[in-house]
């Protein structure tokens, strides 16, 4: 199969790159922003045509969650409008989409794991926009999985393990949240789960939550680092509001994964192995 990753140069763009070897059955092509730009219908219909692609992975996005708090117009055309374009661009040529959203298109103030039909209710702009992106999709309707992932980490781009890193290096003493819980995802893990999404045949648009199991804090994440890389750091338990970010981020951010169990292959890693994994890789 002919497969399309767009935002390639991501970090999970960058985990299917390094697998990509593993699925000789599959021909990939890899792109980021420089070569082809989601928001552009006739580039984006250009390229599938050319290279006569069948399955068109979209790990692109805005993911500037506190940025986009003042650049939302900017964060929309990225995480909502360029998704549509993707879909019709896909519904006319006949390809699937694989697209990625996310944990904050719900609040998290209901605290029980989310299920694929619970109604969204974002409280960020981030959310708001990726939220407008699945809704274009589903407008349009392709052959199309959207996967809702959450707290993406791993060796590629900017992620909170690597900050937790740097942070250990440098202080003896920090401060972290405990009271945002959600489920710390190793975007190696979910890079499986979507190439495994793309050997099924679908019929319409459809979505699945992904997440690495269990559930933890910031807090306990940070824990798990500083004790793992032996840091000589202190983390401190903090309250939400002992550290203002422009986003409000939700606080139960669990997302239930029972429709994609019945699909994968394996069980799904829980966090703390998958973290660990990750930061012998680091
Ligand atoms: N990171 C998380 O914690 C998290 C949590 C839940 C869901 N998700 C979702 O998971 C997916 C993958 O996230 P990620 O962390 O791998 O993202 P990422 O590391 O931020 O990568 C996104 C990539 O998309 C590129 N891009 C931006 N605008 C583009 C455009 N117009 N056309 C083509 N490429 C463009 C970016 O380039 P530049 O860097 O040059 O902008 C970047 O290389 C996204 O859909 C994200 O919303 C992420």
Redesign the pocket.
Known sequence: MKILI????????SEIKRIASAYPRHQFFF???DE????QYSQVADYLEKNQIETLI??????AVDKAEEEEKKAEV??GK?PGVLAQALKERGGKLIH?????VFNGKTYHPYKEGDTPNPETAYGRT?LAGEKNIREQNPDAFIV??????SE??K?FVKTMIRLGNEKNEIGVIYDQVGSPTY?LNLAEAVLTLADIKTRGTSIYHYADEGVCSWYDMAVEIMRYKQFDCKVNALETHQYPTPARRPPYSVLNKSKIKNILANDIPHWRTSLLKCLENL
Do not use: E, F, H, M
Not at 6 to 13: D, I, P
């Open positions: 767009t935002g390639a140069n991501g970090q999970l763009g792109t980021d922003v082809l730009d989601i928001t979209n790990c692109a996005a805005y993911t990225i995480n360029a990625v959203s996310t944990d904050y990726k809702r992932t959450a707290w993406l980490y590629y781009g992620n975007a």
